[in-house]
């Protein structure tokens, strides 16, 4: 099989998940570079292209805040889950359940 | 770190003014992190070729630039459609002029192969030259739609629609997006060609060895296009406002009975003056066709420009009626 296609499910699939990812991790602000060694460490491995730009957009969908600061003489952007992340996480982690275990079912 | 910095401010280059400066902060601190952990890791220091590693790896200029920013559209989705229809209608009209044309020339010009070969390269040229200028004013009627209407110009009709729409009549005051589309494309098309193309409407006939162009319509016509085009332009703003609006509403009925009574007026002006057709008897009798052709031709050119005229008023004056009679139920 073409593996090109293959890689390019496999990244239509982790698409939806990567959100989920970000705002679960962000309960504590944490800088680009932390966040993306954090959701490293649980697996979850991640480009800068990707990360980058999304922390832009859901900072501007207002699902998380940022704020700079200046830390071993460096400049660095802080995210933190928004009060309407926080009320959107539990929502979208049920809909997670929902879809696991349907999926669970289906390829069983 | 030089290499650092030239890389970010490629980078910055390539975006938006609005957010470079933002964006180039949060890469640099960025970079700066990663390539600290990296020294560390390596257990060297952080330096210009541990830098270079660490961009090629990080990935062209242009194309990091490229994932922050939004896809972007000349002509975007929602109006891809649209601009598809009007280019299928424009291309097929030029198509049956472009025949009719070559037929009329083919006609009247000698009947040899290499007339014949001149005469069906010479409309191959204009067809292909008509083609290139009319995609070309359409994409640009559409780019500019695409920049002025709102996001939100087509929701409405996505989130409402419902399966028993189909047998429900249609709202007199509602708005198809695609009507003012259209009415704007055409008129635009319109403006374009009678202001600044106006050697496309009409025909050139062969004879005694030289092309002999006769337009279509006639100086009286011409003297009356300023009229015209006041009449188009305020036509397209109208169709702006009801794009915009989705709705008709009194104010947008009133504008549109004065445009209504404009083109009546125009119109029957025009009926009363001289011919606007040019196509007539006397400028055909250079022509190689025979007095009777001649005649017949000229009678039956003036007669469809005289009830193009009729029509125009009576059909005009009618809707000027229909919209006042909208806008008095509506009180």
Redesign the interface.
Not at chain 2, 284 to 292: A, F, I
């Given at each position: 099989m073409d593996n090109t296609l293959y890689e390019n499910t496999i990244l239509e699939l982790r698409r939806g998940v990567i959100v989920l990812g970000v705002l679960s991790q962000l309960d504590e602000e944490q800088y680009g570079y932390s966040l993306l060694k954090l959701l490293s460490d649980k697996g979850l491995e991640l480009d800068q292209g990707t990360l980058y730009p999304l922390l832009r957009r859901l900072e501007g969908q207002g699902l998380l805040a940022s704020v700079w600061k200046i830390e071993e003489s460096r400049p660095r952007r802080y995210y933190v889950i928004s009060p309407d992340g926080r009320e959107l996480l539990p929502r979208l982690k049920e809909e997670w359940a929902r879809i696991v275990s349907m999926m669970e079912k289906m390829l069983a | 770190m030089k290499l650092i910095d030239r890389y970010v401010s490629e980078v910055g280059k390539r975006l938006p003014a609005k957010?470079r400066a933002d964006?180039e902060?949060?890469?640099r601190?960025?970079l700066?992190?990663?390539l600290e952990?990296r020294a560390a890791q390596a257990g060297q220091p952080a330096d210009e070729a541990l830098a270079a590693d660490l961009l090629k790896e990080?990935?062209a200029p242009d194309?990091?630039a490229a994932?922050?920013q939004p896809a972007q559209y000349l002509i975007g989705p929602r109006l891809y459609p649209f601009f598809m229809m009007v280019l299928k209608i424009v291309v097929s009209v030029l198509t049956g002029v472009a025949v009719f044309g070559f037929a009329i020339r083919f006609g009247s010009g000698p009947a040899t192969t290499a007339a014949f070969i001149s005469q069906i390269g010479k409309s191959l040229l204009e067809y292909f030259g008509g083609l290139m200028s009319a995609f070309g004013n359409i994409v640009i009627v559409f780019a500019i739609l695409q920049r002025v209407l709102p996001e939100s110009e087509f929701e409405d009709e996505k989130n409402e629609w419902n399966p028993s729409d189909l047998m429900k009549e249609p709202e007199p005051d509602d708005i198809k997006a695609w009507e003012p589309i259209f009415t704007i494309a055409f008129t635009v098309a319109g403006l374009v060609i009678f202001n600044f193309y106006p050697n496309l409407l009409g025909f050139s006939f062969y004879t005694d060895n030289i092309w002999v162009f006769i337009p279509a319509f006639s100086d009286a016509f011409f003297r009356m296009l300023p009229f015209i085009n006041l009449a188009w332009i305020l036509q397209i703003g109208l169709q702006l406002l009801l794009l915009r609006q989705g709705r008709w509403t009194t104010a947008s009925r009133w504008f549109s009975l004065v445009i209504q009574l404009l083109g009546v007026g125009i119109a029957a002006s025009l009926l009363t003056g001289p011919s606007i057709i040019a196509f007539n008897a006397s400028a055909l009798v250079n022509s190689p066709m025979t007095p009777e052709t001649v005649a017949l031709l000229g009678t039956i050119f003036e007669q469809i420009g005289r009830w193009a005229l009729i029509i125009a008023v009576v059909a005009g004056g009618a809707d000027a009626v229909k919209t006042l009679v909208r806008i008095f139920k509506k009180k």
């Amino acid at each position: 099989m073409d593996n090109t296609l293959y890689e390019n499910t496999i990244l239509e699939l982790r698409r939806g998940v990567i959100v989920l990812g970000v705002l679960s991790q962000l309960d504590e602000e944490q800088y680009g570079y932390s966040l993306l060694k954090l959701l490293s460490d649980k697996g979850l491995e991640l480009d800068q292209g990707t990360l980058y730009p999304l922390l832009r957009r859901l900072e501007g969908q207002g699902l998380l805040a940022s704020v700079w600061k200046i830390e071993e003489s460096r400049p660095r952007r802080y995210y933190v889950i928004s009060p309407d992340g926080r009320e959107l996480l539990p929502r979208l982690k049920e809909e997670w359940a929902r879809i696991v275990s349907m999926m669970e079912k289906m390829l069983a | 770190m030089k290499l650092i910095d030239r890389y970010v401010s490629e980078v910055g280059k390539r975006l938006p003014a609005k957010t470079r400066a933002d964006i180039e902060n949060e890469l640099r601190s960025t970079l700066e992190d990663m390539l600290e952990d990296r020294a560390a890791q390596a257990g060297q220091p952080a330096d210009e070729a541990l830098a270079a590693d660490l961009l090629k790896e990080y990935g062209a200029p242009d194309k990091v630039a490229a994932t922050y920013q939004p896809a972007q559209y000349l002509i975007g989705p929602r109006l891809y459609p649209f601009f598809m229809m009007v280019l299928k209608i424009v291309v097929s009209v030029l198509t049956g002029v472009a025949v009719f044309g070559f037929a009329i020339r083919f006609g009247s010009g000698p009947a040899t192969t290499a007339a014949f070969i001149s005469q069906i390269g010479k409309s191959l040229l204009e067809y292909f030259g008509g083609l290139m200028s009319a995609f070309g004013n359409i994409v640009i009627v559409f780019a500019i739609l695409q920049r002025v209407l709102p996001e939100s110009e087509f929701e409405d009709e996505k989130n409402e629609w419902n399966p028993s729409d189909l047998m429900k009549e249609p709202e007199p005051d509602d708005i198809k997006a695609w009507e003012p589309i259209f009415t704007i494309a055409f008129t635009v098309a319109g403006l374009v060609i009678f202001n600044f193309y106006p050697n496309l409407l009409g025909f050139s006939f062969y004879t005694d060895n030289i092309w002999v162009f006769i337009p279509a319509f006639s100086d009286a016509f011409f003297r009356m296009l300023p009229f015209i085009n006041l009449a188009w332009i305020l036509q397209i703003g109208l169709q702006l406002l009801l794009l915009r609006q989705g709705r008709w509403t009194t104010a947008s009925r009133w504008f549109s009975l004065v445009i209504q009574l404009l083109g009546v007026g125009i119109a029957a002006s025009l009926l009363t003056g001289p011919s606007i057709i040019a196509f007539n008897a006397s400028a055909l009798v250079n022509s190689p066709m025979t007095p009777e052709t001649v005649a017949l031709l000229g009678t039956i050119f003036e007669q469809i420009g005289r009830w193009a005229l009729i029509i125009a008023v009576v059909a005009g004056g009618a809707d000027a009626v229909k919209t006042l009679v909208r806008i008095f139920k509506k009180k």
